[in-house]
């Protein structure tokens, strides 16, 4: 078990980049602490299996360096840093049985024989398949070949790390939770570093203590799934995070605070003086649809909005509004009714209004 550092990672797939675009990671330092259960979660296309491929060593970064417990492993091959990695699609020997396929890299590492043969059953009975222990492998579902894929990077007991590159995405969704459950059961029992790499959030908060969630290259927040959803550290966690996800508006410096058409919102005087202070033109204000406020009477605090469409979600209602010229949702208990067409007063309390310069969060710490 390690605690993996990556300090001012980059990457580029090509061999000569004009620009960040040419970027799969961009500017990344992030660590990854022992012992620790971690979601990367991002959309398709923003670098997770490239930051994977890089601590395994499949990959060599074009810039940065790669450290375990502190010590440099750029130099290393994927065998030496001992890395247990399982990926989207099986990878086993169909021509070998469901046991041997497990016991490959115990024997690999001169594991003696019955200690090999104990912690096959071991894996096999968590991952429920010690009855197909002396199946070929080419002739199991493939449910089961992945689960065999995962037994693998899950039988060896000296990993700095296991790596699990969307592992359930065969799956089907029934078992999907049930393996997930067991990868975090597993977690619990052997306490091993273990990053899960999916784009679903809620995969991912159900896996982790603890979420990286990345975009464009760059880890944007790293938190517990708490934080991520009361202060995005981003827009895009913002978006990305919650069902919906957060109102974001384009709003222009003006007296008292920031405005939007003629809507002016006032803001925290630290957050006013920090603003100020910045050049940046692009400004933004958030607010989750479970923050807003709704009245049936207005004040000076409130916003006048039209009601736009009422969503019935069981448990919920999710209304959506127009206050000004923007469009934003909000969501409500069960009982809230209201006409469309109608106005209500919305209100955005001040703990939960955040500020965004160039996307990123304005804190008070900043000050
Ligand atoms: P993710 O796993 O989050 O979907 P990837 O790490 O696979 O993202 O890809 C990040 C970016 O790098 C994408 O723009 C992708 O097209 C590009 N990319 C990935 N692998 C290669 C490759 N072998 N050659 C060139 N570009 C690649
Ligand atoms: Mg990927």
Redesign the pocket.
């Known amino acids: 078990m390690a605690e993996i550092q990556l300090k001012s990672l980059a990457h580029s797939?090509s061999d000569s980049p004009t620009g960040p675009d040419d970027y799969?990671i961009r500017q990344l330092d992030h660590v990854w602490h022992k012992g620790g259960a971690y979601a990367l979660l991002?959309p398709?296309?923003?670098?997770?299996?490239?930051?994977l491929n890089i601590i395994s060593g499949l990959i060599q970064p074009s810039e940065g360096e790669v450290l375990f417990d502190g010590k440099r492993v750029n130099e290393l091959s994927p065998r030496d840093r001992n890395i247990a990695q399982v990926f989207q699609f099986p990878v086993i020997y169909d021509s070998m049985t469901v046991y041997e396929n497990l016991a490959f890299p115990l024997k690999n590492n001169k594991v003696p024989a019955d200690r090999i043969k104990t912690r096959v059953q071991e894996i096999a009975e968590v991952l429920e398949i010690e009855d197909k222990l002396h199946k070929k492998a080419k002739n199991l579902t493939a449910d089961e070949k992945q689960k065999v894929s995962m037994g693998r990077g899950l039988v060896r007991e000296d990993v700095s790390a296991i790596l699990f590159d969307e592992p359930l995405t065969v799956i089907d969704p029934q078992l999907k939770w049930k393996l997930r459950r067991k990868l975090k059961q597993i977690h619990e029992q052997f306490d091993i570093t273990m990053v899960y790499?999916t784009h679903d959030q809620l995969e991912a908060s159900t896996f982790a203590d603890k979420i990286a969630v990345?975009y464009g290259g760059q880890v944007v927040q790293f938190g517990t799934p708490t934080e991520l959803f009361e202060a995005p550290n981003h827009t895009f966690v913002g978006y990305f995070i919650g069902s919906p996800g957060m109102n974001l508006v384009e709003v222009e410096r003006c007296a008292g605070g920031v405005c939007f058409d003629s809507t002016v919102v006032p803001l925290e005087p630290w957050q006013a003086d920090l603003l100020e202070r910045m050049t940046s033109t692009n400004v933004k204000i958030g607010i989750r649809p479970e923050f807003i406020e709704v009245s049936a009477i207005s004040s000076d605090d409130t916003y006048e909005s039209e009601v736009l469409d009422v969503e019935d979600l069981g448990t919920y209602k999710i209304v959506t509004v127009r206050l000004a010229n923007q469009e934003m949702k909000v969501r409500q208990n069960e009982e809230f009714e209201a006409d469309l067409g109608s106005q209500i007063h919305l209100s955005f309390p001040k703990q939960w209004l955040m500020l965004y310069v160039d996307e990123f969060l304005i804190q008070e710490q900043q000050r």
């Open positions: 797939y799969a991002g398709s296309g923003c670098g997770k299996s490239t930051m790499v990345m």
